[in-house]
């Protein structure tokens, strides 16, 4: 029957044999192991009601246990354990049981792949990516998997180059199912982008950054997915960063608008948009991004972004509007920033004070040279011309130059252009993984429930762990059910245990 595929009739043969004492270990262990094969393939199962699923997995796993406990040395069976725990989620006991069967057998890739996959999942990068490793050295260039792993490690661990270099090794080797390539070329993008990242503010090497974007906007067709948008966002930016440090203003400008254009809703490109022309001093178009940008938007993350275009405003001479965005930035997002907490007493004491400079506030013409009191800038609100510097009312004021390089930086952050982009940057480049803790089942020491509420077949409270149900039983109860204290159900047998858990229908 089961060579037929006919499952459903095999899991009834098989729950009809007797396996009651005396019984030899070798039917006991295969009929054990057998029904949990079976019971693992369907993965779930029809409720009474007709109407609803239940997992059948808890139900594979203590059948591998009694498989396991009558032949303690098989590593089919530790296998298996390992497999249906995975499927529990119950990563730390996985691995156990797949360090059991890798103890036997080391090169065995399906321990080692469940293995990875719950390492992955508990965040323990290192030890993923020596495993994956030993994958790599039993399957060498025949699986694009052990490289796609070791790569994904590699990027959670930072090795940006090495990561990007072992998934392109994946893509090379080929046969990646249609459904995962977006998610392997998405890491691929991250893992360039995140290189270029390195490699421009840890090193200036602005042409070599700029190659690294043009490989991570390269990799089609997935930078062009309307899910990788991100992704796309953080390569360009770094490639207008890298455009604009080797004065090339222009292209810098460019590349962002065309992302903006092609992605008008994408706020994290107007953004970037802005703070680049903040970067260059282009206050106009700094206003007109971060304004887009921040409309409707709120909270402690949007505070450093309202602050800039407070800046924006003030070094244009709105000194009005650049006074309402740092009260905003105090009222609706972070009643702390000491940026704008310093912005807006410089505003209050220049808007309340007597006028320390005279003269108009602007005065329209083009670059003749400088004007005392004033500052010359092409692309002001009012067009080409002087508008009143504002560092000689702060000086008038009394304000030290330390004090007032500090209020009229960028976002508060220095003068650096690296410096001012690298910590406001919108890094959309995290790992995208599964944080689930390795134990996500309540102990049963920290849960009791009433036996009505763990008989099968579920739902089952939240927090149990509904491959020992039984164990959330209070003892007063738990001696009515079985007959027997939950110590003395310890010592038995996992067969013994799970014949007397089904009768009980907790199995």
Not at 176 to 187: D, H, S, V
């Amino acid at each position: 029957m089961l060579r037929a595929q006919k499952l459903k009739e095999a899991e009834e043969a098989l729950r009809k044999i007797d396996l009651e004492d005396p019984c030899s270990t070798y039917l006991r262990f295969n009929v054990a192991n057998q029904l949990g094969i079976i019971i693992m393939s369907q993965r779930r199962k029809m409720r009474n009601d007709g109407k609803t699923f239940y997992s059948c997995i808890p139900e594979a796993v203590q059948y591998f246990e009694v498989a396991l406990e009558e032949k303690p040395d098989c590593i089919e069976a530790m296998n298996n354990l390992g497999q249906a725990s995975l499927g529990m989620k119950k990563w730390i006991d996985a691995v156990e049981y797949f360090d059991m069967a890798l103890a036997i057998n080391s090169q065995l890739s399906t321990a080692l792949f469940g293995k990875i996959t719950c390492l992955q999942h508990l965040k323990r990068w290192e030890a993923a990516e020596a495993s994956a490793t030993s994958l790599i050295e039993t399957l060498g260039d025949t699986d694009f998997r052990p490289w796609y792993i070791r790569g994904s490690a590699k990027y959670a661990l930072q090795k940006y180059a090495e990561a990007a270099n072992d998934i392109t090794k994946a893509r090379q080797i080929g046969g990646l199912p249609p459904k995962q390539i977006l998610g392997i070329e998405k890491t691929l993008i991250k893992a360039r982008s995140q290189q270029a990242k390195e490699v421009l503010f840890g090193q200036q090497l602005t042409e070599e950054c700029i190659a690294l974007c043009d490989l991570a906007l390269g990799i089609l067709p997935s930078i062009n997915d309307p899910t990788c948008i991100e992704e796309k966002g953080n390569a360009t930016f770094f490639k207008a960063l890298a455009l604009n440090v080797n004065e090339e203003p222009e292209k810098a400008v460019e590349v962002m608008q065309a992302l903006v254009e092609e992605n008008p809703d994408f706020r994290g490109a107007r953004e970037s948009l802005g703070q680049l022309a903040l970067l260059m001093e282009d206050y106009s178009l700094a206003i007109s991004s971060l304004e887009v940008a921040l409309a409707g938007q709120k909270g402690p993350s949007r505070a450093d972004l309202l602050y800039d275009l407070g800046v924006a405003y003030f070094k244009m001479s709105d000194l009005e509007s650049s006074k309402s965005c740092f009260k905003r930035v105090l009222k609706d997002m972070n009643p702390d920033h000491e940026e704008a907490i310093l912005a807006l007493e410089v505003l209050e004491a220049i808007t309340s004070g007597p006028p320390v400079i005279e003269g108009p506030d602007f005065i329209e013409g083009d670059f003749t040279g400088e004007k005392e009191g004033y500052t010359y800038s092409s692309k002001g609100p009012k067009g080409e011309g002087y508008y009143k510097d504002f560092r000689e009312y702060l000086r008038k004021l009394g304000w030290s130059d330390d004090m007032i390089e500090k209020m009229m930086r960028t976002g508060g952050l220095g003068s650096n252009p690296i410096d001012i982009m690298q910590e406001r940057i919108h890094d959309f480049s995290q790992m995208e993984v599964n944080t689930e803790s390795g134990k996500p089942y309540e102990d049963p020491s920290d849960l009791v429930l009433a036996y009505q509420f763990l008989k099968s077949p579920g739902p089952y409270p939240e927090g149990v762990d509904p491959s020992i149900r039984e164990q959330y039983i209070q003892d007063d109860e738990f001696q009515e059910v079985f007959g027997i204290s939950k110590v003395e159900f310890s010592e038995l047998g996992k067969w013994k245990q799970a014949k007397m858990k089904q009768d009980a229908e907790l199995f």
